[in-house]
C-alpha cells in the first residue's frame, strides 16, 4: 500500500472531501489524524474511517489551535509525513455588502489556514513528505457574489507555487487541487444553486471520493516529479466555461 507507516494529516476532515480524504489514506496503510473545528462531528467522522486514527480540534484560522494541534500529533505518531490542507468556507454577498470582517472569516481558514500548515509542515516534516491545498475552479473562473472565496482560492495557488519552490530544498513536495462542483454541502447551500441560478448536470457533479483520489495520487510515490502543480478535478466543467 502506498501509504503504510505513513501520517497523514486532514483538515476539514469531519465531512465531505476532508473525511472522503481520509477514508482514502487510511485503506492505503496510512495513519490519519482527522482535523477540524466541529467537535461534535469528529468522533462519528473518525468511526467511519477504517485504521490508526486520532482526532484534533483545531481551528485552522488560528495559528495556536494550528501548532497545538501538531504538537499533538508529533507526540502521538511522532512523525508527520502528508498535510491536507481541505478546511474552507465561503460567504455569499455581492461585493457592495461585503465588510471587512466578511473577507477576514474566509481568508483566515482558507488562506491562511492552509499556510500555518504549510509553515508547519517545513518546520517538522521530513524529506520525501508532501503537502496537497485544495483550491477550487473558482481560482480560474468564478461566478457574482463569492468574491472572498474566489480570491482565497486563487492566492493559495500562488501560495503552492511558492511553497513548492522553498519546499523543493527540503525534499517537500507542494501541489494543489482545484475541484469543480462536488456532492457535498458546502455546494448544495450554495444560493446561487439552491436557487437554480446555477444549473448543474449529472455529469457536472463529482464525488467526493473522486477529489481525494487525485489528493492521494499527488500525496504519493507516484507523483514523485509533480511540484507546484495544479490538477483540476472537475469532469471538464472549466471546458465548459
Avoid at 491536507?84 to 473577507?103: H, Q, R, T, Y
Avoid at 454541502?185 to 481525494?212: C, F, I, R, T, Y
Wanted: aromatic share 6%.
Amino acid at each position: 500500500m502506498r501509504f503504510s507507516d505513513k501520517v497523514v494529516l486532514v483538515t476539514g476532515a469531519a465531512g465531505g472531501i476532508g473525511l472522503a480524504t481520509a477514508k482514502r489514506f487510511a485503506s492505503e496503510g496510512a495513519r490519519v489524524a482527522l482535523v477540524d473545528r466541529d467537535a461534535r462531528a469528529l468522533p462519528a467522522a473518525a468511526a467511519q474511517v477504517q485504521g490508526e486514527t486520532m482526532e484534533l480540534v483545531c481551528d485552522v484560522g488560528v495559528e495556536e489551535d494550528v501548532c497545538a494541534a501538531v504538537v499533538q500529533l508529533l507526540r502521538r505518531f511522532g512523525r508527520l509525513d502528508v498535510v491536507v490542507n481541505n478546511a474552507g468556507l465561503m460567504v455569499f454577498k455581492p461585493i457592495e455588502e461585503l465588510s471587512g470582517a466578511d473577507w477576514m472569516k474566509v481568508l483566515q481558514v482558507d488562506l491562511l489556514g492552509a499556510f500555518y500548515f504549510v509553515k508547519q509542515a517545513f518546520l517538522h516534516m521530513r524529506p520525501g513528505g508532501a503537502i496537497v491545498n485544495l483550491s477550487s475552479i473558482h481560482a480560474v473562473a468564478t461566478e457574482p457574489n463569492v468574491a472572498p472565496y474566489a480570491a482565497a482560492k486563487a492566492a493559495l495557488l500562488s501560495l503552492t507555487r511558492s511553497a513548492a519552490l522553498e519546499g523543493q530544498a527540503r525534499g517537500i513536495r507542494v501541489n494543489a487541487v482545484l475541484p469543480g462542483a462536488v456532492d457535498t454541502p458546502m455546494l448544495w447551500n450554495n444560493p446561487q444553486v439552491k436557487s437554480g441560478a446555477e444549473h448543474l448536470g449529472a455529469d457536472e457533479v463529482g464525488k467526493p471520493g473522486d477529489v481525494a483520489a487525485a489528493v492521494a495520487f499527488l500525496a504519493s510515490s507516484d507523483a514523485a516529479f509533480i511540484q507546484g502543480a495544479s490538477l483540476l478535478v472537475d469532469g471538464g466543467r472549466l471546458c465548459r466555461l
